[in-house]
């Protein structure tokens, strides 16, 4: 009797305990933060999809909600994000959220610039952003029509051996490469030390966003920030996913690639891996591009005041080059290459490797650090209608910064202290090109380039509304080389330490303004190739180029927050500027000897016609442009002679390769059946292809679409299908040129690389969720 009281007490007392349990239910808690630049976001707003608890994330991102049901559905919404649902139960109640910007948001997105952590509305400085959305708006081999669609950035590539990436002018007479523009991926460097960038390394596919600042940056950023900063972030995988994903592209002139993307996202850790190969026969003769790309994304988080990040990178490209066409054979057939290129079988083979390993520490809640670690090396066989190239490549470096935040009473401000160093090391020979193997050498030559900066910044704000930033930065460069055929060749080239200051005031008038002043300051030094004297010794007396930018930036949301809005209006003086010359056939030499203008304005609209309305066939509906003016001149820019005589001057000319209107207009829709279409114009006016302006590449316009349909086949089986249609008009136009190219032999000079005509192509994307 006793045994069956005490077995009905306890059955008793253990379903009031369980009934208590359910009336008071659990907490759930959990990190939210944007998927691109990693930081906490705040103002989240976080509730059940019976909307009986709900609660707005803190300062750091954090949340805790108190749910009384066993299980249910948790949503995750803000204003220029993307909103996620995620599923909690008794053993999941700890969260771990990644928020993916909406594109169409201008000024909502919180951006890492300058180290803000704040929504671009109140960061100062002309900073824009690209969302995966927009990235895949295109034909997916190549980020021309995402860079095309921001006001001054301009991408300018005819065929996938070759692209050239300006800011405002900065970076348009590099005849090879990306230059004056400073690149990082997952915030590692990758311009190498001599302030050279190459895109090819860099998978399309592997991209979740871009965010770019336009303008000086070398306060934060260093040297060879005349341009501008582009910080490529790869993708993470949805928090409490783990999928693999097949994609297949097909398309005209010989288009194939198909990827393998692995994804993984839990607590503890997050990993993505993806493995991709691609070939593409190209429209012009000698112009075949094969490209294989590995790549590993990982992040890990071992205490909740700590993430390690790690990334590692391999890329394989074999591209031949058709090299550029004068006018005449662009009449008689543009789908030629260039004899000389096709002769000497002109190419790239080059094969790429970065690692890199980070680390974001929080050391109390106003102190954190942020630091990296990267290596970056690659081989490269170059043989060229003048040479034939082989280069070995190596280099090592770090980046940390600490961020403090004391609470002042008064003035609250936040400090950045850090500093970055990249060493490399550069083994290159160059042999006679014959026919495409190596003849004779010419050089040998070994470069070890030494590059650092220090860097201070803090934000002040003086009043509710305003705030002040200052900023400050100390860079040195050394190139040191040894010619070990020609040792008198030998020496060391220093730059003098530069220090590199900006200033900025922010005003917040209100959801329909917040006004930004900025003045800022910037310097590049010549590459390891711009520093030789024509003989092929060092030039002791060339310098970097400098630039003091002066702006206004208007950022803001009207007509009830759908329209958005990013205005820029800015004055750059170049001093320093190197001109390049011409000397003798494939011999070009560079001097001091420009000092330019770059007045310019660039405005981007974002319109929310429909947004995710779910009761019409159309949910969501968002034209989209931007436009860009430039008002770019030689200010003092002149020519001497062997004898240092004035032989030409071209003060007041055109500067070369800028044109003065580019506009770009889009529209995206989006449907509750699942088919959408992206479709967008792009406008570029006619430019001066030579210094003396008597040579012009004429204005070109064409249309791009792509429709596509998205559903689920079965539960945890995703598909997207998709085509696109590139130059629908058939224009016929050139967007890689060669400037300033030199015309022999009483022939026209070969300026053009022909764009491709009219083309389509098809894609599949299939994803299985486990």
Do not use: C
């Not at 948790?74 to 594109?103: L, N």
Request: charged share 20%; no cysteine.
């Amino acid at each position: 009797m006793k045994k069956a009281v005490y077995i009905l007490t306890t059955i008793v007392f253990s379903f009031i305990i369980s009934l208590k349990g359910q009336a008071q239910g659990y907490r759930l808690e959990g990190q939210i933060y944007d998927v691109h630049t990693q930081e906490p976001l705040a103002g989240i707003h976080v509730h059940t999809s019976d909307s009986s608890a709900n609660t707005v994330s803190s300062n750091n991102g954090s949340f805790s909600l108190s749910v009384k049901s066993e299980e249910g559905v948790i949503t995750f919404s803000a204003i220029g994000y993307k909103s996620q649902t995620s599923t909690f139960d008794s053993h999941q109640k700890k969260f771990r959220i990644f928020m993916e910007p909406i594109h169409i948001s201008l000024n909502e997105v919180v951006v890492k610039s300058f180290n803000s952590h704040k929504k671009n509305k109140y960061t100062p400085g002309a900073i824009s952003t690209i969302s995966q959305a927009r990235i895949r708006q295109g034909n997916e081999v190549s980020l021309q029509s995402a860079f095309n669609s921001v006001p001054g950035v301009k991408m300018d590539q005819s065929t996938l051996s070759e692209a050239r990436v300006s800011i405002r002018g900065s970076g348009v007479r590099s005849p090879w490469g990306i230059r004056n523009i400073k690149i990082y991926v997952n915030d590692i460097p990758v311009t190498e030390t001599d302030g050279t960038t190459r895109l090819e390394a860099i998978d399309v596919n592997d991209l979740s966003g871009v965010e770019i600042i336009k303008g000086p940056a070398s306060s934060i950023y260093g040297a060879g920030t005349t341009g501008g900063i582009i910080n490529f972030q790869l993708q993470r995988a949805p928090y409490g996913e783990q999928s693999i994903e097949a994609s297949g592209l097909a398309g005209a002139f010989g288009l194939k690639r198909f990827a393998t993307t692995y994804r993984s996202g839990s607590e503890k850790m997050n990993s993505y891996v993806s493995y991709g190969q691609q070939d593409f026969d190209g429209h012009q003769q000698h112009s075949n591009d094969f490209r294989r790309f590995l790549a590993g994304n990982f992040l890990f988080y071992p205490s909740d005041n700590r993430s390690i990040t790690l990334l590692i990178n391999r890329t394989t490209q074999h591209s031949q080059i058709p090299g550029a066409l004068t006018q005449e054979q662009i009449e008689e057939n543009r789908n030629q290459a260039n004899a000389g290129n096709v002769n000497k079988k002109a190419g790239r083979y080059q094969n790429w490797t970065r690692i890199g390993l980070g680390q974001q520490y929080t050391i109390r809640n106003n102190l954190k650090n942020s630091t990296s670690l990267f290596t970056y090396f690659y081989d490269i066989d170059h043989p060229l209608a003048f040479a034939y190239i082989r280069n070995f490549y190596q280099s090592y470096g770090g980046r940390t910064y600490f961020t403090y935040s004391p609470d002042f009473q008064n003035f609250s401000t936040s400090f950045t202290l850090g500093a970055e160093f990249n060493q490399a090391n550069t083994k290159g020979t160059q042999y006679e090109n014959d026919e495409g193997k190596e003849g004779d050498i010419r050089s040998n030559v070994d470069y070890k380039n030494t590059l650092y900066t220090l860097f201070y910044q803090s934000e002040t704000r003086l009043a509710p509304k305003t705030t002040l930033t200052l900023g400050l930065s100390y860079n040195g460069l050394k190139y040191d080389v040894s010619d070990y055929l020609q040792s008198a060749q030998s020496g060391v080239k220093h730059f003098k330490g530069e220090f590199s200051p900006r200033i900025a005031l922010s005003y917040d008038f209100g959801e329909f303004l917040t006004l930004h002043s900025s003045i800022s300051t910037g310097f590049a030094p010549p590459t390891g190739s711009e520093i030789q004297n024509a003989d092929g010794s060092i030039n002791r007396n060339i310098g970097a180029e400098k630039a003091v930018n002066y702006e206004i930036n208007a950022k803001g949301n009207i007509l009830d927050s759908r329209l958005a809005y990013n205005l820029s209006l800015y004055k750059m003086d170049m001093k320093g500027e190197l001109i390049a010359q011409t000397v003798a056939q494939n011999i070009t030499i560079y001097n001091n000897s420009g000092k330019t203008s770059h007045n310019g304005a660039e405005l981007s609209l974002a319109y929310q016609v429909l947004n995710k309305n779910e009761k019409k066939w159309v949910t969501s509906l968002h034209p989209y442009a931007s436009v860009t003016y430039s008002n770019f001149h030689f200010e003092d820019y002149k020519i001497k002679d062997e004898n240092n005589e004035v032989e030409s001057i071209f003060d007041g000319n055109e500067l070369t390769g800028i044109a003065p209107w580019n506009v770009y207009v889009g529209l995206d829709m989006e449907t509750r059946t699942g088919f959408y279409l992206n479709t967008h114009y792009y406008f570029n006016d006619r430019f001066p292809l030579n210094d003396e302006n008597t040579a012009y590449n004429p204005s070109y316009q064409f249309i791009n679409t792509k429709i596509g349909y998205k559903t689920n086949l079965m539960k945890h089986l995703e598909t997207d299908i998709y085509t696109g249609f590139d130059n629908i008009t058939d224009e016929k136009y050139s967007s890689m040129t060669s400037l300033n190219a030199v015309s022999y032999g009483g022939g026209s000079p070969a300026y053009f690389t022909p764009s491709p005509g009219r083309n389509a192509y098809l894609g599949l994307r299939i994803k299985y969720i486990f």
